[in-house]
Protein backbone atom coordinates (compact mmCIF):
# COMPACT_ATOMS: atom_id res chain seq x y z
CA UNK A 1 0.00 0.00 0.00
CA UNK A 2 1.65 3.64 -0.95
CA UNK A 3 1.76 6.32 1.76
CA UNK A 4 -0.23 9.00 0.90
CA UNK A 5 1.53 12.31 0.90
CA UNK A 6 0.81 15.46 3.21
CA UNK A 7 -0.76 17.22 0.21
CA UNK A 8 -2.62 14.09 -1.17
CA UNK A 9 -4.03 14.09 2.49
CA UNK A 10 -4.89 17.94 2.18
CA UNK A 11 -6.42 17.64 -1.62
CA UNK A 12 -8.61 15.12 -0.16
CA UNK A 13 -10.11 16.61 2.84
CA UNK A 14 -10.52 20.06 0.93
CA UNK A 15 -12.75 17.90 -1.74
CA UNK A 16 -14.50 16.49 1.27
CA UNK A 17 -15.55 20.02 2.49
CA UNK A 18 -16.17 21.15 -0.69
CA UNK A 19 -18.59 18.48 -1.39
CA UNK A 20 -19.72 18.48 2.39
CA UNK A 21 -20.41 22.48 1.94
CA UNK A 22 -23.77 22.09 -0.09
CA UNK A 23 -25.19 19.34 2.45
CA UNK A 24 -24.56 21.94 5.44
CA UNK A 25 -26.19 24.37 3.63
CA UNK A 26 -28.91 22.30 3.07
CA UNK A 27 -29.41 21.30 6.69
CA UNK A 28 -28.94 24.86 7.96
CA UNK A 29 -31.86 25.92 5.46
CA UNK A 30 -34.02 22.94 7.04
CA UNK A 31 -33.24 23.55 10.14
CA UNK A 32 -34.51 27.33 9.82
CA UNK A 33 -37.26 26.33 7.92
CA UNK A 34 -38.60 23.38 10.58
CA UNK A 35 -37.79 26.29 13.33
CA UNK A 36 -40.26 28.55 10.98
CA UNK A 37 -42.78 26.22 10.82
CA UNK A 38 -42.78 25.34 13.96
CA UNK A 39 -43.43 28.81 15.24
CA UNK A 40 -46.43 28.79 13.10
CA UNK A 41 -47.57 25.91 14.12
CA UNK A 42 -47.29 27.48 17.85
CA UNK A 43 -49.19 30.43 16.87
CA UNK A 44 -51.70 28.69 14.81
CA UNK A 45 -52.11 25.61 18.05
CA UNK A 46 -54.68 27.80 19.81
CA UNK A 47 -56.65 28.95 16.99
CA UNK A 48 -57.52 25.64 15.57
CA UNK A 49 -57.74 24.64 19.30
CA UNK A 50 -60.53 26.84 19.62
CA UNK A 51 -62.19 25.70 16.03
CA UNK A 52 -62.49 22.36 17.00
CA UNK A 53 -63.95 23.30 20.52
CA UNK A 54 -66.42 24.80 18.69
CA UNK A 55 -67.24 22.48 16.42
CA UNK A 56 -66.79 19.34 18.88
CA UNK A 57 -69.85 22.06 20.91
CA UNK A 58 -72.14 22.55 17.66
CA UNK A 59 -74.87 20.71 19.00
CA UNK A 60 -74.65 22.75 22.30
CA UNK A 61 -74.65 25.88 20.86
CA UNK A 62 -77.34 24.95 18.50
CA UNK A 63 -79.71 24.05 21.71
CA UNK A 64 -78.30 27.18 23.51
CA UNK A 65 -79.32 29.74 20.33
CA UNK A 66 -82.46 27.77 19.73
CA UNK A 67 -83.39 28.21 23.59
CA UNK A 68 -82.38 31.85 23.45
CA UNK A 69 -84.58 32.61 20.28
CA UNK A 70 -87.29 31.06 21.95
CA UNK A 71 -86.73 33.04 25.05
CA UNK A 72 -87.19 36.01 22.84
CA UNK A 73 -90.14 35.24 20.72
CA UNK A 74 -91.80 35.69 24.31
CA UNK A 75 -90.72 39.07 24.69
CA UNK A 76 -90.97 40.69 20.98
CA UNK A 77 -92.70 40.33 18.04
CA UNK A 78 -91.27 38.16 15.59
CA UNK A 79 -90.16 38.97 12.17
CA UNK A 80 -92.55 36.79 10.21
CA UNK A 81 -94.73 40.15 10.76
CA UNK A 82 -94.10 43.51 9.48
CA UNK A 83 -93.61 46.58 12.15
CA UNK A 84 -97.22 47.66 11.12
CA UNK A 85 -98.85 44.84 11.70
CA UNK A 86 -96.71 44.21 14.92
CA UNK A 87 -97.60 47.51 16.65
CA UNK A 88 -101.55 47.44 15.68
CA UNK A 89 -101.35 44.22 17.18
CA UNK A 90 -99.64 45.26 20.59
CA UNK A 91 -102.39 48.34 20.26
CA UNK A 92 -105.16 46.40 19.87
CA UNK A 93 -104.02 44.25 23.46
CA UNK A 94 -103.33 47.50 24.95
CA UNK A 95 -106.87 48.67 24.03
CA UNK A 96 -108.18 45.58 25.18
CA UNK A 97 -106.72 45.52 28.54
CA UNK A 98 -107.53 48.97 29.41
CA UNK A 99 -111.50 48.59 28.31
CA UNK A 100 -111.58 45.10 30.15
CA UNK A 101 -110.21 47.44 33.38
CA UNK A 102 -112.72 49.50 33.05
CA UNK A 103 -110.89 52.19 31.44
CA UNK A 104 -112.47 54.23 28.26
CA UNK A 105 -110.26 54.93 25.48
CA UNK A 106 -110.07 58.13 24.20
CA UNK A 107 -107.11 57.66 21.44
CA UNK A 108 -104.21 55.70 20.59
CA UNK A 109 -101.92 56.14 18.12
CA UNK A 110 -98.75 53.70 16.94
CA UNK A 111 -95.69 55.83 16.34
CA UNK A 112 -92.92 55.37 13.86
CA UNK A 113 -90.20 52.79 14.37
CA UNK A 114 -86.83 53.26 15.41
CA UNK A 115 -84.19 50.60 15.31
CA UNK A 116 -82.33 49.49 18.50
CA UNK A 117 -79.75 46.95 18.42
CA UNK A 118 -81.25 44.63 15.69
CA UNK A 119 -84.72 44.96 16.90
CA UNK A 120 -87.59 47.79 16.06
CA UNK A 121 -88.61 49.86 19.12
CA UNK A 122 -92.29 50.27 18.17
CA UNK A 123 -93.96 53.15 19.83
CA UNK A 124 -97.73 53.72 20.76
CA UNK A 125 -99.25 56.32 22.98
CA UNK A 126 -102.30 55.77 24.06
CA UNK A 127 -104.80 58.55 26.14
CA UNK A 128 -107.51 56.96 28.78
CA UNK A 129 -109.94 58.24 30.89
CA UNK A 130 -111.10 56.34 34.14
CA UNK A 131 -111.16 55.92 37.96
CA UNK A 132 -108.22 55.19 39.55
CA UNK A 133 -108.85 51.97 40.51
CA UNK A 134 -109.53 50.96 36.63
CA UNK A 135 -106.26 52.47 35.87
CA UNK A 136 -104.17 50.64 38.66
CA UNK A 137 -106.23 47.37 37.23
CA UNK A 138 -105.11 47.98 33.98
CA UNK A 139 -101.10 49.06 34.94
CA UNK A 140 -101.18 45.53 37.30
CA UNK A 141 -101.58 43.20 33.72
CA UNK A 142 -99.84 45.05 31.59
CA UNK A 143 -96.94 43.80 32.42
CA UNK A 144 -98.23 40.21 31.95
CA UNK A 145 -98.94 41.04 28.09
CA UNK A 146 -96.58 38.58 25.97
CA UNK A 147 -94.88 40.33 23.95
CA UNK A 148 -94.02 42.29 26.28
CA UNK A 149 -94.88 45.90 26.47
CA UNK A 150 -92.70 48.22 27.92
CA UNK A 151 -93.53 51.31 29.99
CA UNK A 152 -91.60 54.61 28.99
CA UNK A 153 -93.89 56.99 30.83
CA UNK A 154 -96.88 58.05 32.10
CA UNK A 155 -98.85 61.16 32.31
CA UNK A 156 -101.93 61.27 34.85
CA UNK A 157 -104.50 64.57 35.38
CA UNK A 158 -107.55 64.85 37.06
CA UNK A 159 -110.48 65.60 35.22
CA UNK A 160 -113.65 66.72 36.20
CA UNK A 161 -115.21 67.80 39.82
CA UNK A 162 -114.14 66.44 42.80
CA UNK A 163 -117.28 65.13 44.44
CA UNK A 164 -117.41 63.14 47.62
CA UNK A 165 -120.23 61.19 46.95
CA UNK A 166 -118.28 59.90 43.29
CA UNK A 167 -114.76 58.38 42.54
CA UNK A 168 -111.75 61.09 41.25
CA UNK A 169 -111.81 60.39 37.62
CA UNK A 170 -108.29 60.45 35.82
CA UNK A 171 -107.36 61.17 32.62
CA UNK A 172 -104.02 59.02 31.80
CA UNK A 173 -101.37 59.62 28.48
CA UNK A 174 -99.73 56.41 28.32
CA UNK A 175 -96.30 56.27 26.11
CA UNK A 176 -95.87 52.90 25.55
CA UNK A 177 -92.76 50.56 23.40
CA UNK A 178 -92.97 47.10 22.18
CA UNK A 179 -90.19 45.08 20.38
CA UNK A 180 -90.18 44.07 16.94
CA UNK A 181 -87.43 41.92 15.62
CA UNK A 182 -85.91 43.44 12.73
CA UNK A 183 -86.35 41.39 9.07
CA UNK A 184 -83.16 39.81 8.36
Not at 103 to 122: A, C, N, Y
Amino acid sequence: MKQLSRQDIILMVLTIVVLLIPFMVLGSVLLEKTAEAQSQLDRVEPRFARVLGIQRSADQLDSGLKNVNDRISTFVFPDEMDATQAGNAAQQSVRSVLTTAGMSVVSSQVLPTKTDQGFERISLSVRAEGELIHLQAALAVLPSLTPVILMDGVNIQVTGRQTADKPQRLAAELKLSVLHRKPA
